[in-house]
Protein backbone atom coordinates (compact mmCIF):
# COMPACT_ATOMS: atom_id res chain seq x y z
CA UNK A 1 0.00 0.00 0.00
CA UNK A 2 1.50 3.25 -1.30
CA UNK A 3 -0.67 5.74 0.60
CA UNK A 4 -1.00 5.50 4.48
CA UNK A 5 -5.25 5.14 4.61
CA UNK A 6 -5.32 8.39 6.76
CA UNK A 7 -9.08 8.57 7.99
CA UNK A 8 -11.97 10.82 6.83
CA UNK A 9 -14.38 11.11 3.85
CA UNK A 10 -17.56 12.11 3.13
CA UNK A 11 -19.46 14.93 3.36
CA UNK A 12 -19.40 16.94 6.74
CA UNK A 13 -20.23 14.57 9.26
CA UNK A 14 -22.36 15.05 13.18
CA UNK A 15 -18.87 14.33 14.28
CA UNK A 16 -16.99 16.55 12.22
CA UNK A 17 -15.99 18.27 15.63
CA UNK A 18 -14.16 15.34 17.24
CA UNK A 19 -12.59 14.31 13.86
CA UNK A 20 -11.05 17.69 13.73
CA UNK A 21 -10.37 17.42 17.22
CA UNK A 22 -8.79 14.01 16.50
CA UNK A 23 -6.59 15.58 13.99
CA UNK A 24 -5.71 18.48 16.06
CA UNK A 25 -4.38 15.91 18.57
CA UNK A 26 -2.54 13.57 16.02
CA UNK A 27 -0.82 16.65 14.26
CA UNK A 28 0.10 18.27 17.71
CA UNK A 29 1.85 14.79 18.20
CA UNK A 30 -1.23 14.09 21.52
CA UNK A 31 -2.34 11.06 19.46
CA UNK A 32 -1.11 7.68 19.06
CA UNK A 33 -2.16 4.58 16.82
CA UNK A 34 -2.54 4.28 13.47
CA UNK A 35 -4.98 6.83 12.49
CA UNK A 36 -2.47 9.95 14.21
CA UNK A 37 0.65 8.25 12.97
CA UNK A 38 -0.99 8.71 9.34
CA UNK A 39 -2.34 11.95 10.17
CA UNK A 40 1.13 13.05 10.91
CA UNK A 41 2.64 10.90 7.49
CA UNK A 42 0.34 12.92 5.27
CA UNK A 43 1.60 16.16 7.01
CA UNK A 44 5.36 15.07 6.39
CA UNK A 45 4.30 13.52 2.61
CA UNK A 46 2.54 17.35 1.71
CA UNK A 47 5.62 19.50 3.47
CA UNK A 48 7.89 16.99 1.60
CA UNK A 49 6.70 17.92 -1.64
CA UNK A 50 7.52 21.34 -1.73
CA UNK A 51 11.28 21.54 -2.95
CA UNK A 52 13.66 23.70 0.21
CA UNK A 53 14.23 27.13 -0.40
CA UNK A 54 16.81 28.44 -2.27
CA UNK A 55 20.31 28.85 -0.77
CA UNK A 56 21.12 32.12 -2.23
CA UNK A 57 18.00 33.98 -2.00
CA UNK A 58 17.36 32.32 1.96
CA UNK A 59 20.86 33.42 2.51
CA UNK A 60 19.87 37.25 1.39
CA UNK A 61 16.90 37.48 3.82
CA UNK A 62 18.32 36.30 6.52
CA UNK A 63 21.38 38.71 6.18
CA UNK A 64 19.18 41.75 5.93
CA UNK A 65 16.89 40.41 8.90
CA UNK A 66 20.04 39.92 11.08
CA UNK A 67 21.12 43.43 9.76
CA UNK A 68 18.20 44.90 11.35
CA UNK A 69 18.07 43.37 14.33
CA UNK A 70 21.46 45.20 14.91
CA UNK A 71 20.16 48.24 13.63
CA UNK A 72 17.14 48.27 15.71
CA UNK A 73 17.62 46.40 18.98
CA UNK A 74 16.48 49.04 21.23
CA UNK A 75 13.47 49.86 19.87
CA UNK A 76 10.31 48.64 22.05
CA UNK A 77 7.22 49.67 19.94
CA UNK A 78 4.01 48.94 22.61
CA UNK A 79 0.36 48.91 21.99
CA UNK A 80 0.41 51.14 24.93
CA UNK A 81 2.66 53.72 23.50
CA UNK A 82 1.35 53.06 19.70
CA UNK A 83 -0.10 56.46 19.56
CA UNK A 84 3.17 57.54 20.19
CA UNK A 85 4.42 55.84 16.68
CA UNK A 86 5.52 57.67 13.59
CA UNK A 87 1.68 57.96 12.11
CA UNK A 88 1.65 55.96 8.53
CA UNK A 89 0.31 57.12 5.41
CA UNK A 90 -3.72 56.48 6.60
CA UNK A 91 -2.49 58.30 9.97
CA UNK A 92 -1.00 61.47 8.03
CA UNK A 93 -4.29 61.83 6.29
CA UNK A 94 -5.96 61.48 9.13
CA UNK A 95 -3.48 63.93 10.57
CA UNK A 96 -3.46 66.61 7.79
CA UNK A 97 -7.38 66.35 7.72
CA UNK A 98 -7.98 67.09 11.31
CA UNK A 99 -5.55 70.21 11.33
CA UNK A 100 -7.48 71.33 8.26
CA UNK A 101 -10.81 70.82 10.10
CA UNK A 102 -9.30 72.26 13.01
CA UNK A 103 -8.12 75.15 10.91
CA UNK A 104 -11.57 76.01 8.99
CA UNK A 105 -13.11 75.25 12.24
CA UNK A 106 -11.40 78.48 13.87
CA UNK A 107 -11.94 80.37 10.72
CA UNK A 108 -15.19 80.25 10.95
CA UNK A 109 -15.80 80.25 14.81
CA UNK A 110 -12.55 82.55 15.30
CA UNK A 111 -14.09 85.28 18.24
CA UNK A 112 -11.97 87.95 16.09
CA UNK A 113 -14.17 88.14 12.96
CA UNK A 114 -16.16 90.88 13.61
CA UNK A 115 -19.95 90.42 14.38
CA UNK A 116 -19.21 86.74 15.09
CA UNK A 117 -17.79 84.14 17.66
CA UNK A 118 -19.76 83.58 21.27
CA UNK A 119 -20.42 87.58 22.16
CA UNK A 120 -23.42 88.52 23.74
CA UNK A 121 -25.85 90.28 21.43
CA UNK A 122 -25.10 94.01 20.48
CA UNK A 123 -26.85 96.58 21.88
CA UNK A 124 -26.71 98.49 18.68
CA UNK A 125 -26.87 97.21 15.02
CA UNK A 126 -28.68 99.79 13.10
CA UNK A 127 -30.15 98.12 9.89
CA UNK A 128 -30.05 99.81 6.74
CA UNK A 129 -33.74 99.56 6.64
CA UNK A 130 -33.79 101.49 10.18
CA UNK A 131 -32.03 104.57 8.57
CA UNK A 132 -35.09 104.98 6.54
CA UNK A 133 -35.85 108.93 7.30
CA UNK A 134 -33.21 109.77 8.23
CA UNK A 135 -32.59 112.61 5.37
CA UNK A 136 -35.76 114.13 6.45
CA UNK A 137 -34.82 114.70 10.19
CA UNK A 138 -31.43 115.80 10.25
CA UNK A 139 -32.09 119.97 10.95
CA UNK A 140 -30.77 119.11 14.52
CA UNK A 141 -27.25 118.98 12.75
CA UNK A 142 -24.90 121.36 13.18
CA UNK A 143 -23.89 123.23 9.63
CA UNK A 144 -20.48 122.81 8.46
CA UNK A 145 -19.21 123.73 4.60
CA UNK A 146 -20.11 120.66 2.84
CA UNK A 147 -16.95 118.89 1.61
CA UNK A 148 -16.94 116.38 -1.34
CA UNK A 149 -18.39 116.59 -4.58
CA UNK A 150 -21.39 119.12 -3.24
CA UNK A 151 -18.68 121.63 -1.89
CA UNK A 152 -18.88 123.23 -5.77
CA UNK A 153 -23.06 123.23 -5.68
CA UNK A 154 -23.19 124.49 -1.91
CA UNK A 155 -20.29 127.02 -2.61
CA UNK A 156 -22.17 128.46 -6.30
CA UNK A 157 -25.45 128.54 -4.77
CA UNK A 158 -24.35 130.75 -1.16
CA UNK A 159 -22.23 132.91 -3.57
CA UNK A 160 -23.26 133.45 -6.97
CA UNK A 161 -26.26 134.06 -8.65
CA UNK A 162 -29.18 132.00 -8.52
CA UNK A 163 -29.00 130.70 -11.72
CA UNK A 164 -25.68 129.65 -11.71
CA UNK A 165 -26.45 128.03 -8.50
CA UNK A 166 -29.16 126.33 -9.83
CA UNK A 167 -26.33 125.07 -13.22
CA UNK A 168 -23.90 123.78 -10.46
CA UNK A 169 -26.13 122.12 -8.59
CA UNK A 170 -27.43 120.22 -11.33
CA UNK A 171 -24.26 118.94 -12.11
CA UNK A 172 -23.63 117.43 -8.86
CA UNK A 173 -25.86 114.66 -8.68
CA UNK A 174 -23.36 113.04 -11.77
CA UNK A 175 -20.65 113.57 -9.38
CA UNK A 176 -22.05 112.34 -6.22
CA UNK A 177 -21.82 108.64 -6.50
CA UNK A 178 -17.78 109.09 -6.58
CA UNK A 179 -18.78 109.82 -2.88
CA UNK A 180 -20.77 107.16 -2.19
CA UNK A 181 -19.25 103.74 0.27
CA UNK A 182 -21.91 101.38 -0.13
CA UNK A 183 -23.50 100.56 -3.55
CA UNK A 184 -23.88 104.34 -4.86
CA UNK A 185 -25.53 104.40 -8.03
CA UNK A 186 -24.57 107.21 -11.34
CA UNK A 187 -26.60 109.79 -11.59
CA UNK A 188 -28.03 109.59 -7.81
CA UNK A 189 -27.61 111.59 -4.63
CA UNK A 190 -27.86 109.05 -1.62
CA UNK A 191 -26.69 109.82 1.71
CA UNK A 192 -24.34 107.34 3.96
CA UNK A 193 -24.86 106.19 6.98
CA UNK A 194 -22.42 103.46 9.14
CA UNK A 195 -22.73 102.27 12.57
CA UNK A 196 -19.48 100.99 14.35
CA UNK A 197 -19.45 99.29 17.42
CA UNK A 198 -16.18 98.44 19.39
CA UNK A 199 -15.01 96.21 22.35
CA UNK A 200 -12.76 97.73 24.96
CA UNK A 201 -11.97 97.28 28.55
CA UNK A 202 -14.07 99.45 30.97
CA UNK A 203 -10.92 101.42 31.73
CA UNK A 204 -10.23 102.19 28.19
CA UNK A 205 -13.50 103.50 27.05
CA UNK A 206 -12.84 107.10 27.41
CA UNK A 207 -9.57 106.85 25.93
CA UNK A 208 -11.43 105.31 23.29
CA UNK A 209 -14.04 107.49 22.51
CA UNK A 210 -11.16 110.34 22.70
CA UNK A 211 -9.51 108.35 19.84
CA UNK A 212 -12.33 108.12 18.05
CA UNK A 213 -12.60 112.03 18.31
CA UNK A 214 -9.75 113.14 17.07
CA UNK A 215 -9.99 110.29 14.63
CA UNK A 216 -13.05 111.92 13.17
CA UNK A 217 -11.38 115.30 12.81
CA UNK A 218 -8.05 114.10 11.36
CA UNK A 219 -10.55 112.74 8.81
CA UNK A 220 -12.10 116.12 7.71
CA UNK A 221 -15.37 115.31 9.73
CA UNK A 222 -16.03 115.95 13.36
CA UNK A 223 -18.47 114.77 16.42
CA UNK A 224 -22.27 116.17 15.94
CA UNK A 225 -22.61 114.51 19.96
CA UNK A 226 -21.54 112.18 22.22
CA UNK A 227 -21.84 110.58 25.72
CA UNK A 228 -19.36 108.82 27.49
CA UNK A 229 -21.04 106.72 30.92
CA UNK A 230 -18.36 105.06 32.79
CA UNK A 231 -18.80 103.11 35.47
CA UNK A 232 -16.84 101.37 38.41
CA UNK A 233 -18.63 97.99 38.33
CA UNK A 234 -20.76 97.04 35.02
CA UNK A 235 -20.52 98.02 31.84
CA UNK A 236 -18.89 101.77 30.26
CA UNK A 237 -20.28 102.60 26.91
CA UNK A 238 -19.41 105.62 24.64
CA UNK A 239 -21.68 106.41 22.07
CA UNK A 240 -20.54 109.28 19.53
CA UNK A 241 -22.27 110.23 16.43
CA UNK A 242 -19.97 110.83 13.68
CA UNK A 243 -19.67 113.70 10.38
CA UNK A 244 -17.71 112.99 8.14
CA UNK A 245 -17.07 113.39 4.63
CA UNK A 246 -18.81 110.45 2.59
CA UNK A 247 -15.65 109.90 0.25
CA UNK A 248 -13.76 109.25 3.37
CA UNK A 249 -16.12 106.88 5.46
CA UNK A 250 -14.41 103.40 4.28
CA UNK A 251 -11.85 104.75 5.41
CA UNK A 252 -12.75 106.06 8.50
CA UNK A 253 -14.57 102.96 9.27
CA UNK A 254 -11.33 100.99 8.70
CA UNK A 255 -9.18 103.25 11.33
CA UNK A 256 -11.86 102.89 13.70
CA UNK A 257 -11.48 99.14 13.91
CA UNK A 258 -8.12 99.59 14.44
CA UNK A 259 -8.79 101.48 17.56
CA UNK A 260 -10.71 98.08 19.36
CA UNK A 261 -11.55 95.10 18.24
CA UNK A 262 -14.74 95.69 16.10
CA UNK A 263 -17.77 93.55 17.84
CA UNK A 264 -20.53 95.25 14.98
CA UNK A 265 -20.27 96.85 11.76
CA UNK A 266 -23.03 97.99 9.32
CA UNK A 267 -23.31 100.46 6.88
CA UNK A 268 -27.01 101.78 5.07
CA UNK A 269 -27.36 103.88 1.94
CA UNK A 270 -30.68 106.06 1.29
CA UNK A 271 -31.00 107.77 -1.68
CA UNK A 272 -32.09 111.52 -1.82
CA UNK A 273 -31.89 112.69 -5.11
CA UNK A 274 -35.78 113.35 -5.23
CA UNK A 275 -35.30 115.31 -2.00
CA UNK A 276 -32.36 116.96 -3.49
CA UNK A 277 -33.97 118.01 -7.13
CA UNK A 278 -36.92 119.73 -5.07
CA UNK A 279 -35.03 121.87 -2.99
CA UNK A 280 -33.09 122.92 -6.15
CA UNK A 281 -36.62 123.33 -8.04
CA UNK A 282 -37.60 125.47 -4.93
CA UNK A 283 -34.32 127.55 -5.46
CA UNK A 284 -34.93 127.89 -8.83
CA UNK A 285 -38.00 128.89 -9.00
CA UNK A 286 -37.44 131.35 -6.30
CA UNK A 287 -34.84 132.67 -8.03
CA UNK A 288 -36.57 133.25 -11.72
CA UNK A 289 -39.47 135.12 -9.68
CA UNK A 290 -37.32 137.59 -8.45
CA UNK A 291 -35.75 138.16 -11.84
CA UNK A 292 -38.99 138.73 -12.97
CA UNK A 293 -39.95 141.02 -9.78
CA UNK A 294 -37.03 143.03 -10.56
CA UNK A 295 -37.73 143.26 -14.14
CA UNK A 296 -41.27 144.45 -13.46
CA UNK A 297 -39.61 146.81 -10.71
CA UNK A 298 -37.73 148.48 -13.35
CA UNK A 299 -40.91 149.08 -15.38
CA UNK A 300 -43.11 150.14 -12.58
CA UNK A 301 -44.21 153.57 -13.04
CA UNK A 302 -46.33 154.41 -9.79
CA UNK A 303 -45.56 154.82 -6.57
CA UNK A 304 -47.79 152.15 -5.79
CA UNK A 305 -47.03 149.42 -7.96
CA UNK A 306 -43.09 150.39 -6.89
CA UNK A 307 -44.42 149.60 -3.00
CA UNK A 308 -45.92 146.53 -3.90
CA UNK A 309 -42.89 145.17 -6.09
CA UNK A 310 -40.35 145.69 -2.73
CA UNK A 311 -42.47 144.50 -0.45
CA UNK A 312 -42.89 141.31 -3.18
CA UNK A 313 -39.26 141.47 -3.58
CA UNK A 314 -38.33 141.43 -0.20
CA UNK A 315 -40.39 138.28 0.71
CA UNK A 316 -39.14 136.75 -2.71
CA UNK A 317 -35.58 137.28 -1.15
CA UNK A 318 -36.70 135.54 2.12
CA UNK A 319 -37.96 132.61 0.13
CA UNK A 320 -34.49 132.37 -1.93
CA UNK A 321 -32.44 132.50 1.37
CA UNK A 322 -34.84 128.94 2.73
CA UNK A 323 -34.70 127.56 -0.67
CA UNK A 324 -30.68 127.71 -0.58
CA UNK A 325 -30.26 126.90 3.10
CA UNK A 326 -32.15 123.94 2.48
CA UNK A 327 -30.44 122.93 -0.46
CA UNK A 328 -27.62 123.13 1.37
CA UNK A 329 -28.62 121.42 4.12
CA UNK A 330 -29.77 118.29 1.88
CA UNK A 331 -26.27 118.77 -0.13
CA UNK A 332 -24.68 118.56 3.23
CA UNK A 333 -26.59 115.11 3.95
CA UNK A 334 -25.07 113.86 0.53
CA UNK A 335 -21.47 114.76 1.27
CA UNK A 336 -21.33 114.07 4.84
CA UNK A 337 -21.88 110.92 6.28
CA UNK A 338 -23.02 109.97 9.55
CA UNK A 339 -21.07 107.42 11.77
CA UNK A 340 -22.30 106.09 14.52
CA UNK A 341 -19.79 104.59 17.25
CA UNK A 342 -20.23 102.86 20.36
CA UNK A 343 -17.93 102.08 22.70
CA UNK A 344 -18.94 98.61 24.72
CA UNK A 345 -16.68 98.56 27.65
CA UNK A 346 -17.39 95.13 29.31
CA UNK A 347 -16.12 94.71 32.66
CA UNK A 348 -15.19 91.02 31.50
CA UNK A 349 -13.29 92.22 28.72
CA UNK A 350 -10.41 93.43 30.07
CA UNK A 351 -7.12 91.82 31.25
CA UNK A 352 -6.44 94.37 34.27
CA UNK A 353 -7.41 93.56 37.84
CA UNK A 354 -7.06 90.10 37.70
CA UNK A 355 -9.74 88.33 39.65
CA UNK A 356 -10.93 84.75 40.60
CA UNK A 357 -14.03 85.77 38.81
CA UNK A 358 -12.69 86.88 36.12
CA UNK A 359 -10.36 84.46 35.42
CA UNK A 360 -12.89 82.13 35.84
CA UNK A 361 -14.79 84.19 33.54
CA UNK A 362 -12.06 83.71 30.95
CA UNK A 363 -11.29 80.11 31.49
CA UNK A 364 -15.25 79.47 30.52
CA UNK A 365 -15.30 81.80 27.49
CA UNK A 366 -12.33 79.99 26.41
CA UNK A 367 -13.74 76.47 26.92
CA UNK A 368 -16.48 77.94 25.10
CA UNK A 369 -14.91 78.85 21.87
CA UNK A 370 -12.88 75.55 22.48
CA UNK A 371 -15.77 73.62 22.05
CA UNK A 372 -17.22 75.85 19.08
CA UNK A 373 -14.24 74.96 17.59
CA UNK A 374 -13.71 71.17 18.56
CA UNK A 375 -17.70 70.76 17.81
CA UNK A 376 -17.07 72.17 13.99
CA UNK A 377 -14.59 70.63 13.37
CA UNK A 378 -15.94 67.74 14.31
CA UNK A 379 -18.80 68.22 12.21
CA UNK A 380 -15.88 68.55 9.58
CA UNK A 381 -14.37 65.41 10.80
CA UNK A 382 -16.96 63.40 11.09
CA UNK A 383 -18.09 63.10 7.48
CA UNK A 384 -14.93 62.74 6.61
CA UNK A 385 -14.28 59.96 8.50
CA UNK A 386 -17.33 57.89 7.64
CA UNK A 387 -16.45 58.59 3.91
CA UNK A 388 -13.18 57.17 4.40
CA UNK A 389 -14.25 54.44 6.73
CA UNK A 390 -16.67 53.36 4.05
CA UNK A 391 -14.25 53.72 1.84
CA UNK A 392 -11.62 51.35 3.53
CA UNK A 393 -14.12 48.61 4.34
CA UNK A 394 -15.49 48.58 1.02
CA UNK A 395 -11.76 48.45 -0.61
CA UNK A 396 -11.40 45.57 2.33
CA UNK A 397 -14.16 43.72 1.13
CA UNK A 398 -13.38 44.17 -2.61
CA UNK A 399 -10.21 42.50 -2.28
CA UNK A 400 -11.60 40.00 0.14
CA UNK A 401 -14.39 39.13 -2.85
CA UNK A 402 -11.24 39.12 -5.44
CA UNK A 403 -9.43 36.49 -3.85
CA UNK A 404 -12.27 34.59 -2.97
CA UNK A 405 -13.35 34.91 -6.38
CA UNK A 406 -9.59 34.16 -7.53
CA UNK A 407 -10.35 30.67 -5.54
CA UNK A 408 -13.17 29.57 -7.25
CA UNK A 409 -11.71 30.76 -10.65
CA UNK A 410 -9.32 27.64 -10.37
CA UNK B 1 18.03 39.06 -8.20
CA UNK B 2 18.02 41.34 -4.90
CA UNK B 3 19.55 43.90 -3.92
CA UNK B 4 19.74 45.56 -0.38
CA UNK B 5 17.85 48.77 -0.10
CA UNK B 6 19.45 51.91 1.90
CA UNK B 7 16.85 51.64 4.37
CA UNK B 8 18.46 49.20 7.52
CA UNK B 9 15.09 47.16 7.23
CA UNK B 10 13.83 46.26 4.50
CA UNK B 11 13.01 42.75 3.04
CA UNK B 12 14.24 44.14 -0.29
CA UNK B 13 14.24 41.70 -2.70
CA UNK B 14 14.03 42.91 -6.11
CA UNK B 15 11.53 41.56 -7.32
CA UNK B 16 9.30 42.35 -3.82
CA UNK B 17 10.36 46.10 -3.83
CA UNK B 18 10.55 47.52 -7.20
CA UNK B 19 6.60 47.23 -6.83
CA UNK B 20 4.53 49.14 -4.64
CA UNK B 21 3.97 47.38 -1.30
CA UNK B 22 0.50 46.96 -0.85
CA UNK B 23 -1.82 46.94 1.99
CA UNK B 24 -4.33 44.44 0.66
CA UNK B 25 -3.08 42.31 3.49
CA UNK B 26 -4.55 44.43 6.10
CA UNK B 27 -7.74 42.20 6.88
CA UNK B 28 -5.56 39.41 7.80
CA UNK B 29 -3.08 41.97 9.65
CA UNK B 30 -5.51 43.20 11.68
CA UNK B 31 -7.20 39.98 12.10
CA UNK B 32 -4.00 38.52 13.95
CA UNK B 33 -2.87 42.32 14.63
CA UNK B 34 -2.69 43.45 17.85
CA UNK B 35 -1.47 39.57 18.34
CA UNK B 36 2.03 39.56 20.08
CA UNK B 37 2.92 39.93 23.51
CA UNK B 38 4.97 42.85 23.15
CA UNK B 39 6.93 43.99 20.75
CA UNK B 40 8.73 41.89 17.90
CA UNK B 41 11.97 43.45 18.18
CA UNK B 42 14.35 42.14 15.19
CA UNK B 43 15.79 39.90 17.35
CA UNK B 44 12.64 37.98 17.89
CA UNK B 45 12.02 38.52 14.11
CA UNK B 46 15.03 37.33 13.38
CA UNK B 47 14.36 33.58 15.33
CA UNK B 48 10.37 34.09 13.42
CA UNK B 49 12.57 33.54 10.25
CA UNK B 50 14.16 30.88 11.60
CA UNK B 51 11.65 28.98 12.83
CA UNK B 52 9.12 29.67 10.13
CA UNK B 53 10.86 30.57 6.81
CA UNK B 54 10.87 27.54 5.08
CA UNK B 55 7.36 26.68 6.03
CA UNK B 56 6.41 30.14 4.62
CA UNK B 57 8.44 29.39 1.14
CA UNK B 58 6.76 25.57 1.23
CA UNK B 59 3.34 26.95 1.34
CA UNK B 60 4.38 29.74 -1.01
CA UNK B 61 5.51 27.63 -3.36
CA UNK B 62 2.79 24.70 -2.77
CA UNK B 63 -0.09 27.22 -3.69
CA UNK B 64 2.07 29.01 -6.69
CA UNK B 65 3.96 26.53 -7.65
CA UNK B 66 6.47 29.11 -9.34
CA UNK B 67 9.58 29.77 -6.98
CA UNK B 68 10.39 33.55 -7.94
CA UNK B 69 6.57 34.31 -7.07
CA UNK B 70 6.88 32.10 -3.66
CA UNK B 71 9.86 34.26 -3.06
CA UNK B 72 8.45 37.27 -3.56
CA UNK B 73 5.38 36.30 -1.69
CA UNK B 74 7.59 35.32 1.32
CA UNK B 75 9.97 38.34 1.00
CA UNK B 76 6.50 40.43 0.70
CA UNK B 77 5.41 38.78 4.35
CA UNK B 78 7.75 39.40 6.16
CA UNK B 79 8.15 42.70 5.03
CA UNK B 80 4.47 43.54 5.91
CA UNK B 81 4.72 41.12 9.61
CA UNK B 82 7.60 43.59 10.29
CA UNK B 83 6.11 46.98 9.16
CA UNK B 84 2.91 45.63 11.28
CA UNK B 85 4.62 44.31 14.18
CA UNK B 86 3.21 47.03 16.64
CA UNK B 87 -0.02 46.16 16.46
CA UNK B 88 0.57 42.30 17.68
CA UNK B 89 -1.76 41.24 20.06
CA UNK B 90 -1.16 37.78 21.91
CA UNK B 91 -4.89 37.30 22.02
CA UNK B 92 -5.49 36.74 19.31
CA UNK B 93 -2.87 34.83 17.30
CA UNK B 94 0.30 33.26 17.41
CA UNK B 95 2.86 35.36 15.32
CA UNK B 96 3.34 32.52 12.84
CA UNK B 97 0.01 32.51 12.23
CA UNK B 98 -0.41 36.55 11.89
CA UNK B 99 2.15 35.40 9.45
CA UNK B 100 0.95 32.66 7.48
CA UNK B 101 -2.38 34.44 7.24
CA UNK B 102 -0.19 37.50 5.81
CA UNK B 103 1.36 35.12 3.12
CA UNK B 104 -2.12 33.69 2.36
CA UNK B 105 -3.32 37.11 1.33
CA UNK B 106 0.24 38.25 -0.70
CA UNK B 107 0.12 35.05 -2.34
CA UNK B 108 -3.52 35.15 -3.69
CA UNK B 109 -2.64 38.56 -4.51
CA UNK B 110 -0.14 37.35 -6.05
CA UNK B 111 -1.61 35.05 -8.34
CA UNK B 112 -4.55 37.75 -9.11
CA UNK B 113 -2.12 40.37 -9.93
CA UNK B 114 -0.27 38.27 -12.15
CA UNK B 115 -2.97 36.32 -13.51
CA UNK B 116 -0.90 33.31 -13.49
CA UNK B 117 -2.35 29.45 -13.27
CA UNK B 118 0.16 27.59 -10.83
CA UNK B 119 3.27 26.44 -12.31
CA UNK B 120 4.17 23.13 -11.21
CA UNK B 121 7.59 22.96 -10.39
CA UNK B 122 6.79 19.92 -7.58
CA UNK B 123 7.66 17.17 -10.47
CA UNK B 124 10.73 17.68 -11.03
CA UNK B 125 11.53 18.67 -7.20
CA UNK B 126 10.32 14.92 -6.93
CA UNK B 127 12.60 13.62 -9.35
CA UNK B 128 15.18 14.81 -7.41
CA UNK B 129 13.98 13.04 -4.62
CA UNK B 130 14.50 9.97 -5.84
CA UNK B 131 17.98 11.06 -6.70
CA UNK B 132 18.71 11.88 -3.10
CA UNK B 133 17.83 7.39 -2.99
CA UNK B 134 15.05 8.11 -0.64
CA UNK B 135 13.10 4.64 -0.71
CA UNK B 136 10.87 4.09 -3.67
CA UNK B 137 7.96 3.46 -1.40
CA UNK B 138 8.50 6.92 0.26
CA UNK B 139 8.82 8.26 -3.64
CA UNK B 140 5.72 6.63 -4.87
CA UNK B 141 3.20 7.55 -1.99
CA UNK B 142 4.61 11.54 -1.58
CA UNK B 143 4.01 11.28 -5.88
CA UNK B 144 0.23 9.84 -4.93
CA UNK B 145 -0.51 12.54 -1.93
CA UNK B 146 1.17 15.49 -5.30
CA UNK B 147 -1.29 14.37 -8.15
CA UNK B 148 -4.19 14.25 -4.97
CA UNK B 149 -3.20 17.46 -3.76
CA UNK B 150 -3.13 19.02 -7.60
CA UNK B 151 -5.99 17.97 -8.17
CA UNK B 152 -8.30 19.68 -5.59
CA UNK B 153 -9.68 23.03 -6.30
CA UNK B 154 -7.53 25.76 -5.31
CA UNK B 155 -9.97 26.47 -2.01
CA UNK B 156 -9.32 23.09 -0.59
CA UNK B 157 -5.71 22.89 -1.51
CA UNK B 158 -4.95 26.43 0.08
CA UNK B 159 -6.60 24.98 3.31
CA UNK B 160 -4.61 21.80 3.10
CA UNK B 161 -1.07 23.63 2.51
CA UNK B 162 -2.19 26.38 5.49
CA UNK B 163 -2.99 23.35 7.74
CA UNK B 164 0.43 21.39 7.03
CA UNK B 165 2.78 23.96 6.04
CA UNK B 166 1.78 26.76 8.28
CA UNK B 167 0.50 24.39 11.23
CA UNK B 168 -2.03 26.36 12.41
CA UNK B 169 -4.71 25.08 14.51
CA UNK B 170 -8.09 25.33 13.51
CA UNK B 171 -9.09 28.69 15.22
CA UNK B 172 -5.77 30.13 13.77
CA UNK B 173 -6.34 29.01 10.17
CA UNK B 174 -9.98 30.26 10.54
CA UNK B 175 -8.50 33.63 11.14
CA UNK B 176 -6.26 33.27 8.23
CA UNK B 177 -8.97 32.64 5.87
CA UNK B 178 -11.31 35.21 7.15
CA UNK B 179 -14.14 32.67 8.53
CA UNK B 180 -15.66 31.01 11.29
CA UNK B 181 -14.03 28.80 13.09
CA UNK B 182 -16.51 25.92 12.00
CA UNK B 183 -16.58 26.89 8.59
CA UNK B 184 -12.81 26.72 8.47
CA UNK B 185 -13.15 23.36 9.76
CA UNK B 186 -15.85 21.84 7.33
CA UNK B 187 -13.36 23.30 4.84
CA UNK B 188 -10.64 21.51 6.42
CA UNK B 189 -12.52 18.15 6.75
CA UNK B 190 -14.02 18.71 3.00
CA UNK B 191 -10.68 19.52 1.60
CA UNK B 192 -8.87 15.73 3.35
CA UNK B 193 -11.88 13.73 2.57
CA UNK B 194 -11.00 14.67 -1.02
CA UNK B 195 -7.35 14.20 -0.97
CA UNK B 196 -7.99 10.92 0.52
CA UNK B 197 -10.52 9.96 -2.03
CA UNK B 198 -7.83 11.12 -4.47
CA UNK B 199 -5.47 9.19 -2.71
CA UNK B 200 -6.80 6.22 -2.65
CA UNK B 201 -8.03 6.53 -6.52
CA UNK B 202 -4.78 6.77 -7.50
CA UNK B 203 -3.95 3.67 -5.50
CA UNK B 204 -6.48 1.87 -7.25
CA UNK B 205 -5.79 3.01 -10.52
CA UNK B 206 -2.33 1.86 -9.94
CA UNK B 207 -2.97 -1.26 -8.54
CA UNK B 208 -5.34 -2.12 -11.80
CA UNK B 209 -2.72 -1.13 -13.86
Excluded at chain 1, 77 to 82: T, Y
Excluded at chain 1, 115 to 128: K, N, R, S, V
Excluded at chain 1, 347 to 363: F, K, N, V
Excluded at chain 2, 146 to 159: K, Q, T
Aim: with cysteine.
Amino acid sequence: MKVIPFPGGGSASPDEAAWLAELEAALNGDGDGAIAGSWRQLRQDVRALAPPMDLEFERQLRAQIAEQATHSAPKQPHRRSGWLRPPGRLGSAAGIAAIGAVIAAVVIAGPWRAGTGPIEALPHQPAASSNAGRAESFDHLGVSAPKGPFRAAKNATAQGSASASAGAASNAPASAPAAGGVGSAPGRVQQLAASITLAATPSDVQETADRVSRLAVSDGGFVQGSHVQVQQAGTSEANLMLSVPSAKLSGALASLGQLAPVRAESQSLQDITNTYDAARQRLSDATAERQALLHALSRATTEGQIDSLHERISQNRGAIAQARSALQTVSQHASTAEVEVTVLGDAHTGSEGLTLHRGLHDAGRVLVVTLVILLIAAAILAPLALLIFALLTARRAWLRYQRERMLDAR
Amino acid sequence: MATICDEPWTLNVVRVMSRPVSSSDEHAQRAIAQAWPDALDAEAFETLFRECGSDVHAYAISLLGDRAAAEDVMALAFERLYRSRARLDHRRGSPRAWLFAIARNAALDELRRRRRQPRHELEDELAADRDRGEALEDVERRATVRDALAALPLREREVVLLKFHGQLSNSELARALGISESNAGTRLHRALARLREGCLQAERQEEIA
